[in-house]
């Protein structure tokens, strides 16, 4: 019947359609067919947005690693600094930098919906929009925390941040250890996602 | 896992309802228990903290994508707190049964037909006609 | 309507109460803070309120935001962790009172 607006590589497999999905097509086929917007400008929606990955946030915490006056600039203006590394984070929401110190660990949550600095890590892992980590991350931390097999020692601060408004907020995790030797590449390796959310630290080297 | 189709989740403005009576939306969840049985003397306990790594099929990009295109950083039919709005205005059941992005695409439609954008009739025109495939 | 300048009502440092209350509509100061004593931590900014732009009114005029920080104790009856541990939000000044 109606043509093929759509032919991306990666559909969704053989199980029948849910109502769901049917509704995306109902939906994104009216749309198309009302001029709003093409199957292209989706398809080069969904490619910008795959440009946007954890690795991203790995660069500007490596960078911050290994260059104080960078990190200083981080801290004071986190989206011009992020800005600066060429990454395109937006005019809004604005993205501000945590750092974890020896005496002092952050975790971030949003718990009344999903806020996450998705501009410059893409889009957010299905355990940081669960309900069972909003709803306990703020009241439990250590014990989430523990989950993710991080241990916090009872003299550090756990600091949960519940990003509440227009702010998006992104953990700089403390340099691990032994990492004196490595080039900003390797340090940037050592980030993950999980990292700079605050539920573990960055790897250890090796 | 193959998801059953479910029953059609009707259209109804309960949800907003609520909302406007001053009840308290279903995502404000911070320190909000969710308890798996009533047995026992109603202890409730929150399960831990679901890990698996979710692959994002084809549609709920195009959703996420959609969002884009017609929200604030597009032709902003809507912004992003009339979404939350909407969202919020999911009944509980609703709002805890349905994933992520089920529940956008759920406020996405919503949204377009409160903004007149798309007409109830065309769409349950257009998803009677896919269902016939 | 030229947005007015807004000053910022309470400064970093001071002590403030989160309003109670269960206005209806869409609020984003979460319930678990709504009556908890805290700290000015930073002025976060000047928006246009989230309130009524979630039902497509302009949000004049703007509200200035602040992050708010609180000790766990003080959130939560039975928090678990050391006196230390802290937990921080955006809070905009019309949920804020100072004490």
């Known amino acids: 019947m109606a043509h093929d607006h759509e032919h991306t590589p990666t559909e969704d497999g053989d199980h029948p359609p849910t109502e769901y999905e049917l509704l995306e097509r109902a939906l994104r086929e009216l749309l198309i067919e009302k001029g709003v917007f093409t199957a292209e400008d989706v398809r080069r929606t969904i490619d910008d947005w795959d440009t946007r990955t954890p690795a991203n946030g790995g660069k500007v915490v490596a960078r911050a690693w290994t260059d104080p006056e960078y990190k200083a600039r981080l801290l004071s203006d986190s989206k011009a600094a992020i800005e600066e590394l060429g990454f395109d984070v937006g005019p809004a929401p604005q993205i501000v930098v945590l750092e974890n110190t020896p005496r002092r660990h952050h975790v971030v949550v949003c718990t009344l919906c999903s806020c996450y600095p998705r501009t410059l890590l893409g889009l957010p892992p299905d355990w940081y929009k669960s309900k069972e980590y909003r709803s306990r991350v703020v009241v439990e931390p250590r014990a989430v925390l523990k989950e993710f097999g991080t241990e916090v020692p009872d003299d550090v601060e756990i600091k949960v941040v519940d990003s509440t408004a227009d702010l998006r907020y992104l953990v700089l995790p403390e340099r691990p250890a032994g990492t004196e030797g490595l080039s900003e590449d390797e340090l940037a390796a050592l980030v993950t996602r999980d990292c700079m959310v605050g539920v573990t630290n960055a790897n250890p080297p090796g | 896992m193959v998801k059953r189709v479910p029953r059609r989740v009707p259209l109804t403005f309960t949800g907003r309802t609520l909302v406007m009576a001053g009840m308290p939306g279903p995502h404000d969840i911070g320190g909000k228990k969710f308890g798996g049985g009533g047995q026992g003397g109603g202890g409730k306990t929150t399960g831990a903290v679901p890990r698996g790594e979710h692959v994002f099929a084809a549609w709920e990009k195009r959703a996420d994508a959609i969002n884009r295109l017609i929200g604030g950083g597009g032709k902003q039919f809507y912004i992003l707190d009339e979404m939350r709005r909407t969202i919020e205005s999911l009944s509980p059941k609703d709002y805890f049964s349905l994933s992520y992005y089920e529940r956008w695409i759920r406020a996405l439609e919503m949204l377009l037909v409160e903004k007149g954008v798309l007409t109830r009739a065309e769409i349950d025109g257009r998803l009677a006609a896919l269902r016939q495939g | ?99």
């Open chain 3, 1 to 99: 309507m030229a947005d007015a300048e807004v000053a910022y009502g309470f400064a970093p440092g001071q002590r403030v109460r989160v309003k109670t209350g269960d206005p209806p509509g869409h609020i984003r100061t979460p319930t678990y803070l709504r009556g908890k004593e805290g700290v000015i931590e930073d002025r976060q900014g000047i928006y246009r309120n989230p309130e009524e732009l979630a039902f497509g009114k302009p949000g004049l005029p703007k509200k200035p935001l602040y992050l708010v920080r609180f000790r766990q104790q003080d959130v939560w009856r039975d928090y678990s962790g050391p006196g230390t541990d802290t937990l921080s939000a955006d809070i905009y000044e019309h949920w804020l009172e100072a004490i």
